[in-house]
């Protein structure tokens, strides 16, 4: 009898952190584990043999969908959970996902993604803008830009609760920590292994939404701990990837609206004009602590140091507009044939 869950553990030369995540899981012992091997040119692979689970290898580095789909062919599960090789499960979150599955029309069950990142300011940054939230259902109303430019508004000035924060239906969940019914997702072409890095969520939320329809629940009882130690540069690098992520989005589904962010053109069009207007320069040196209100909101909790959250929120936007552009010109030919009508899953 095939089990009624397979995890599968994405590891590029992971060696050094894939351990934690496998020791997490032996708290779910009804459970086939996959960790599939992304071409590392470390232990990987040992490590995930020593821990007894099934290893699946690529010769060379083909990124993180390519990785996800190997791993889905080869599981054996009703359901098929991912996660990461820096997450770690909670002790019941087994049970919580697939308990999701109890009700009518679920295609897709996935939880929280919480930083475990130590301390200094980096880490407090995180779990002060978590980039692994779900994206949200309202995203379906409409793909118009005035309206998704007053999401972005409403995200940006409303209040720290924000919109209903219990499980709940969403549009897309973070690769990090996901699940779905494995039949379902082989209808439906499994992972486009043309994106590398970022964006591989919401192309499959995509097509299960048109070929396989089915509700994705979020459900918070069921998170992971993220844990790996954070840089600014890793944190910029990774802003570029969701950019080009982004414009292989645009580029494959006519119905997508170009993703750039507003405030970092702003600012730097009043960087500009002060070189004529000099007091313009102050303007552009304290317009992003109104613009991004929630880093001086936890500055009276005594987190001063909040007040900085403003400015590399700046130039995380800032990257994602250039990996934006960036993969405009770069993918510019790839997804041709999509747009055309075919859309699947896997190039052909």
């Known amino acids: 009898m095939p089990p009624s869950l397979s995890v599968v553990i994405c590891s590029y030369n992971g060696a050094a952190r894939l351990g934690r995540t496998l020791d997490a899981l032996r708290a779910h012992p009804v459970l086939e584990v996959i960790v599939v091997d992304d071409g590392s040119q470390d232990a990987t692979g040992d490590v995930a043999r020593d821990h007894g689970a099934t290893v699946v290898r690529h010769e060379e580095n083909r990124g993180a969908a390519a990785a996800r789909d190997t791993g889905l062919r080869a599981a054996k599960g009703q359901v098929v959970a991912f996660l990461d090789d820096d997450c770690e499960p909670s002790p019941h979150w087994a049970e919580r996902l697939l308990d999701g599955y ?13 930083p475990v990142t130590g301390d200094g300011y980096l880490p407090r ?7 692994h939230e779900p994206l949200e259902l309202e995203l379906t109303v409409s793909a118009a830009l005035p309206y998704r430019l007053w999401l972005y508004l409403r995200r940006q000035w409303g209040t720290a609760a924000g919109p209903a924060r219990g499980r709940r239906d969403v549009y897309a969940f973070s690769g990090g920590n996901m699940s779905f019914e494995r039949e379902r997702l082989l209808a439906a072409g499994g992972f486009d292994p043309r994106f590398r890095y970022a964006a591989e969520e919401e192309d499959l939320s995509r097509r299960l939404r048109r070929d396989r329809p089915g509700r994705l629940v979020f459900v918070p009882d069921a998170p992971v701990g993220h844990r790996y130690t954070p840089t600014a540069r890793g944190l910029l690098r990774r802003s570029l990837a969701y950019g080009r992520g982004a414009a292989m989005q645009y580029l494959k589904w006519p119905g997508v609206r170009p993703t750039l962010f ?5 600012v730097a069009g009043l960087a500009v004009a002060a070189v004529r207007w000099p007091v313009l320069a102050a303007v552009a040196v304290l317009l992003p602590l109104p613009l991004y ?11 001063i140091e909040a007040l900085a959250d403003p400015y590399l929120r700046l130039a995380q936007e800032a990257c994602e507009n250039v990996g934006f552009l960036h993969g405009l010109w770069a993918f510019r030919r790839m997804f041709a044939g999509d747009r055309a009508g075919r859309g699947g899953g896997q190039s052909t």
Not at 102 to 114: C, R
Not at 125 to 131: A, D, K, S, W, Y
Not at 262 to 266: D, E, F, K, M
């Open 102 to 114: 109890a009700e009518e029309g679920v295609a897709g069950v996935g939880g929280p993604i919480v």
């Open 262 to 266: 507003p405030w970092p053109v702003l």
């Open 125 to 131: 940054f995180l779990e002060r803008n978590n980039r």
């Open 293 to 303: 209100p929630a880093g001086p909101r936890h500055a009276p909790a005594g987190r």
